[in-house]
């Protein structure tokens, strides 16, 4: 599990560096993620130590949104002015979003499949 | 023996208080929403968030001395979002055969994020400054906050949006997708990634690994390509 801690925190800081240093439109972990895929297609397999820990942090993910979420109440005001343009706003465009990705990969998908 | 008002000013100094709150919360929270057949609205986020406002208006607790003692759990999204490529390399498969339709996906639905804020500004009167600090919604935090930033938005408003929206996604999109008749596992998981970011994701694991692979994937392109679609798309409409 240590050693496993050890590889993410590592290539999270080595993104963090890297976004930095070259300026990048993307997050460092975001990057530690691209570079740990990297590792594994190159390595062949995940190691066992790294599923494991992985995983367990995986099925947490939710809990570590829990306390930005809870700057909500920083921003109350602001959002009671403008509440309803805001909410179908919101609403509108993530569900837009939504639907429309998982219609045009769907249709996309089944094209491709009937091709191969 | 001290009385509670001294042991109350002793704990709120120290960040084990919010840190062990902000977990048993938590905890409660999802205890509850398995109880009921995990009702989408009883969200574990959700839920969490607004016990946690809650205890923190009663007490009269500023934001900022909550976040000193839960820092430690939002510390562990960096790592976590690098765990992701195991799942992802888990599909490894799946994705080398699709990249093209995927990478298309991600464009139109990038843009629909996008331009889909703008259209629908227009019709509710958005004011500029809440339209500009939502165009980078559907993506992760960080990045949605520096593009607000140099677009002209306000970077914390931006937070709080990202977060609502990543909620919507978490609540909604399950059922949404389900009722549209979409069953694969690897189309529902990059559509909610990709329009609602990490708390999507979240979610997504949760229902299947292959779902969580492919929503951890769209967040990570839709990071880059808002990055890019985002600052452009101002310039030409606004």
Redesign the interface.
Do not use: C
């Given at each position: 599990m240590l050693s496993a801690f050890a590889i993410l925190l590592g290539l999270q800081l080595v993104g963090e560096i890297v976004v930095r240093a070259l300026s990048l439109p993307i997050p460092g972990p975001v990057l530690g993620m691209l570079l740990l895929f990297i590792g594994f297609i190159w390595r062949g397999n995940i190691p066992d130590y790294l599923q494991q820990t992985s995983q367990s942090l995986l099925q947490h993910l939710s809990l570590f949104f829990v306390p930005a979420g809870v700057g909500v109440m920083v921003h109350i005001g602001l959002l009671q002015q403008e509440w309803l343009a805001i909410v179908i706003t919101l609403l509108g465009s993530t569900w837009l979003a939504l639907l429309v990705t998982a219609w045009v990969l769907q249709a996309l998908l089944k094209r491709w499949e009937a091709k191969e | 023996m001290n009385d509670l008002g001294t042991i109350w000013v002793y704990l709120a100094q120290k960040p084990l208080l919010w840190l062990s709150l902000?977990?048993a919360?938590?905890w409660l929270a999802q205890q509850l929403y398995n109880r009921c057949g995990q009702w989408p609205l009883l969200n574990?986020?959700l839920l969490?968030?607004l016990a946690?406002?809650s205890l923190?208006?009663l007490t009269h607790t500023p934001?900022d001395t909550?976040?000193d003692g839960?820092?430690f759990?939002?510390f562990?999204?960096?790592?976590?979002?690098?765990?992701?490529?195991?799942?992802?390399?888990?599909y490894?498969g799946r994705l080398k055969r699709?990249w093209?339709?995927?990478l298309?996906?991600?464009l139109?639905?990038s843009s629909?994020?996008v331009l889909?804020?703008w259209a629908?500004?227009r019709?509710?009167?958005?004011?500029e400054v809440?339209l500009l600090s939502?165009l980078p919604?559907?993506i992760?935090?960080?990045?949605a906050m520096?593009?607000a930033q140099e677009i002209g938005g306000?970077a914390?408003?931006t937070?709080?949006?990202v977060?609502?929206?990543?909620?919507?996604?978490?609540v909604?999109?399950p059922s949404?997708?389900k009722l549209?008749g979409?069953q694969?596992n690897?189309?529902?998981g990059?559509?909610?990634g990709?329009?609602?970011h990490?708390?999507g994701?979240?979610?997504a694991?949760?229902i299947h690994t292959e779902m969580?692979a492919f929503a951890?994937l769209?967040m990570?392109l839709n990071?880059?390509s808002t990055?890019?679609l985002v600052p452009l798309c101002v310039s030409i409409l606004l």
């Open positions: - | 902000t977990v919360v938590f574990p986020v969490s968030m946690l406002v923190l208006t934001y909550y976040f839960a820092q759990v939002h562990l999204l960096g790592p976590t979002t690098v765990a992701l490529a195991v799942p992802l390399y888990q490894y699709y093209l339709p995927l298309i996906a991600l139109v639905g629909t994020a889909s804020v629908l500004s019709l509710t009167g958005l004011s809440s939502m919604k559907s992760t935090t960080p990045i520096g593009i306000l914390s408003l937070a709080v949006l977060i609502l929206t990543g909620i919507v996604g978490a909604t999109a949404l997708l549209v979409i694969d690897a189309v529902k990059f559509a909610i990709l329009s609602s990490g708390i994701t979240a979610r694991i949760q969580g951890g769209a990570g990071g880059i990055a890019i």
